[in-house]
């Protein structure tokens, strides 16, 4: 069974984005989603993870047809079974990186990871509050709260926006080898080429005749 499945997904805002969609990611699967500016690569990774219906199609996670699902149901496999790494990252700015990782285990029940906190290169900001930090360890917090659930699916919007090429290059390993170890799946969204081509799977969401 297939972790994510989307069968011809069509969406539109004030014009129509995309039409006709359809993927199937596997245990240990990647993809990638690639497209200039406001082709709709966030608005497809949203729909694929729970937290926007279509206009029209079915996306299946774990073989359930989520948006026919009571709330409630759509919640608990949000929160339990699905990463998401925003585009713009959402950690609370009042709370310390420490506080914001702990968030993640209170919602779940998982212990924090000094194995992750170690590879992030994130141990510093531990006690400091997330508006003291730069915006490349905020985003290295975020992804780090988001592994913490220890999601079997995650969905990284442009995960290394923020940061350097070898940073980036380190975060993207991390994301790789994680859903390798968990045998999950990674969906993830980005304009540079040469980082869509590691991921088994591509989309170009910009080349409408191919979709
Ligand atoms: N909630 C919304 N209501 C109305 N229009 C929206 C909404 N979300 C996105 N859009 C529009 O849909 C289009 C696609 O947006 P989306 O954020 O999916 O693009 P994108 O490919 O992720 O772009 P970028 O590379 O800049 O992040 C844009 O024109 C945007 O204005
Ligand atoms: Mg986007």
């Given at each position: 069974m297939?972790?994510?499945?989307?069968?011809?997904?069509?969406?539109?805002?004030?014009?129509?984005?995309?039409?006709?969609?359809?993927?199937?990611?596997?245990?240990?699967?990647?993809?990638?989603?690639?497209?200039?500016?406001?082709?709709?690569?966030?608005?497809?990774?949203?729909?694929?993870?729970?937290?926007?219906?279509?206009?029209?199609?079915?996306?299946r996670l774990f073989g359930e047809?989520?948006?026919?699902?009571?709330?409630?149901?759509?919640?608990?496999?949000?929160?339990?079974?699905?990463?998401?790494?925003?585009?713009?990252?959402?950690?609370?700015?009042?709370?310390?990186?420490?506080?914001?990782?702990?968030?993640?285990?209170?919602?779940?029940?998982?212990?924090?990871?000094?194995?992750?906190?170690?590879?992030?290169?994130?141990?510093?900001?531990?006690?400091?509050?997330?508006?003291?930090?730069?915006?490349?360890?905020?985003?290295?917090?975020?992804?780090?709260?988001?592994?913490?659930?220890?999601?079997?699916?995650?969905?990284?919007?442009?995960?290394?926006?923020?940061?350097?090429?070898?940073?980036?290059?380190?975060?993207?390993?991390?994301?790789?080898?994680?859903?390798?170890?968990?045998?999950?799946?990674?969906?993830?969204?980005?304009?540079?080429?040469?980082?869509?081509?590691?991921?088994?799977?591509?989309?170009?969401?910009?080349?409408?005749?191919?979709?």
């Open positions: 297939p972790l994510i499945e989307a069968k011809n997904i069509s969406h539109s805002f004030d014009y129509p984005l995309f039409n006709d969609i359809n993927l199937s990611l596997d245990e240990s699967e990647t993809m990638s989603v690639t497209g200039i500016s406001g082709s709709g690569k966030s608005t497809l990774m949203h729909i694929c993870s729970t937290m926007l219906k279509p206009n029209s199609g079915e996306i047809d989520i948006y026919s699902l009571s709330q409630k149901k759509l919640i608990k496999i949000r929160r339990d079974m699905v990463g998401i790494i925003f585009q713009a990252h959402y950690l609370f700015r009042g709370l310390s990186a420490y506080e914001n990782l702990e968030l993640s285990t209170i919602l779940t029940g998982n212990k924090i990871s000094e194995e992750l906190i170690e590879k992030f290169k994130i141990k510093k900001t531990m006690n400091q509050k997330i508006g003291e930090l730069s915006g490349g360890q905020q985003q290295r917090v975020s992804i780090a709260r988001v592994l913490t659930k220890k999601p079997k699916i995650i969905f990284a919007d442009e995960p290394t926006g923020n940061l350097d090429e070898k940073t980036a290059d380190e975060v993207i390993k991390i994301l790789f080898e994680y859903v390798k170890e968990v045998r999950g799946v990674l969906f993830l969204v980005t304009h540079e080429k040469e980082l869509a081509s590691r991921c088994k799977y591509s989309k170009d969401l910009s080349i409408k005749g191919l979709l």
